[in-house]
């Protein structure tokens, strides 16, 4: 069986950058990559809020950057999935693929959040061209256009207003006949004259071609009718699902599945285990800041492995 000082979960920039400090800080690292290689910044295009890009830079790129920064140092980063684990005691016992078996004396979890989707085809074929579930990442770009967000609740409604100071004009999908929001954000949704309120609606499909991307949506309302609106951006605001389920039973989360960590650290319910990135973080979703949990993740485990 393989022992490790210190095993990463998730190629993020969380993980990424766990890597580069416990690789400088001699812990030998050993990352598995996940489902996603370079986590959801791979299915971005431009990137243009990352520091150190002046120019802007393609999410894939960007993650190639950060990978290799973290290679520089040693970090040896596989590709795999962790199928099983235990946290009932140290070391740890992880099972990759179903089938490599490792000890590992402690775990940075960088797992991310994976965004909900409505699951139709169209919405699939022009993800990345058009079609997004961050509204600060890619909002920049659909500038004096109109677009559309889908959802109902707070992160919804902040997610128009937020297009709404630089678009056109901004759809708001709802399905239902009322806004879930708190009541201070349907005001302010309700108070933008450029955010166009469509309850009772849902998306027959998301309109476009090769060329243009995103184009359009043909919607329809509880009572049958159809209409279409031409868009140029589709923004999804349904909600996150944290990538936890290997860890259901043994780490404290909270009411929405991400992992609790103690105030100001990235340190779990369990001794030895760090969470950084999507997985414990609800509210803020950026790389930046999984970088930057990334960081106090690595620092925190050195020093629970050097106490």
């Known amino acids: 069986m393989e022992h490790v000082k210190v095993l990463i979960m998730g190629s993020?920039?969380?993980?990424?950058?766990?890597?580069?400090?416990?690789?400088?800080?001699?812990?030998?690292?050993?990352?598995?990559?996940?489902?996603?290689?370079?986590?959801?910044?791979?299915?971005?295009?431009e990137v243009e809020n990352f520091p150190g890009y002046p120019q802007g830079i393609s999410g894939p790129e960007m993650m190639e950057d950060i990978r290799k920064q973290a290679a520089?140092?040693?970090?040896d980063m596989r590709k795999g999935i962790i199928t099983k684990i235990d946290l009932s005691?140290?070391?740890?016992?992880?099972?990759?693929?179903?089938?490599?078996?490792?000890?590992?004396?402690?775990?940075?979890?960088?797992?991310?959040?994976?965004?909900?989707?409505?699951g139709l085809p169209s919405e699939?074929?022009?993800?990345?061209?058009?079609?997004?579930?961050?509204?600060?990442?890619?909002?920049?770009?659909?500038?004096?256009?109109?677009?559309?967000?889908?959802?109902?609740?707070?992160?919804a409604c902040e997610e128009a207003t937020y297009l709404a100071s630089l678009c056109r004009?901004?759809?708001?999908i709802v399905r239902k006949p009322f806004l879930r929001a708190s009541k201070a954000m349907q005001e302010r949704v309700f108070n933008t004259e450029n955010i166009e309120v469509l309850f009772e609606h849902?998306?027959?499909?998301?309109?476009?071609?090769?060329?243009?991307?995103?184009?359009?949506?043909?919607?329809?309302?509880?009572?049958?009718?159809?209409?279409?609106?031409?868009?140029?951006?589709?923004?999804?605001a349904i909600g996150h699902?944290?990538?936890?389920?290997?860890?259901?039973?043994?780490?404290?989360?909270?009411?929405?599945?991400?992992?609790?960590?103690?105030?100001?650290?990235s340190r779990t319910s369990v001794e030895g285990v760090f969470a950084a990135g999507d997985v414990k973080d609800p509210h803020y979703r950026q790389a930046i800041t999984a970088a930057g949990s990334g960081c106090i993740a690595a620092l925190d485990c050195e020093r629970f492995l050097h106490r």
């Open 72 to 75: 520089r140092f040693g970090a």
């Open 12 to 45: 993020g920039p969380a993980g990424y950058t766990a890597a580069i400090y416990t690789s400088r800080a001699n812990l030998n690292p050993v990352l598995y990559s996940g489902i996603e290689p370079g986590g959801q910044l791979t299915t971005t295009t």
């Open 202 to 236: 849902n998306t027959v499909e998301v309109l476009g071609d090769d060329l243009h991307g995103v184009t359009g949506a043909l919607l329809r309302k509880t009572d049958g009718t159809e209409r279409t609106i031409e868009i140029s951006g589709f923004f999804l």
């Open 89 to 118: 005691k140290r070391p740890f016992h992880v099972v990759v693929d179903g089938e490599h078996e490792i000890e590992a004396e402690s775990l940075i979890v960088a797992t991310g959040a994976s965004a909900k989707y409505l």
């Open 124 to 155: 699939a074929k022009f993800r990345g061209q058009g079609v997004s579930a961050c509204a600060t990442c890619d909002g920049f770009f659909y500038r004096k256009k109109d677009v559309a967000v889908v959802g109902g609740g707070d992160t």
């Open 169 to 172: 004009k901004v759809y708001l």
């Open 241 to 265: 699902h944290p990538n936890v389920e290997v860890f259901e039973g043994q780490l404290e989360l909270d009411k929405e599945g991400y992992i609790v960590v103690e105030g100001g650290s």
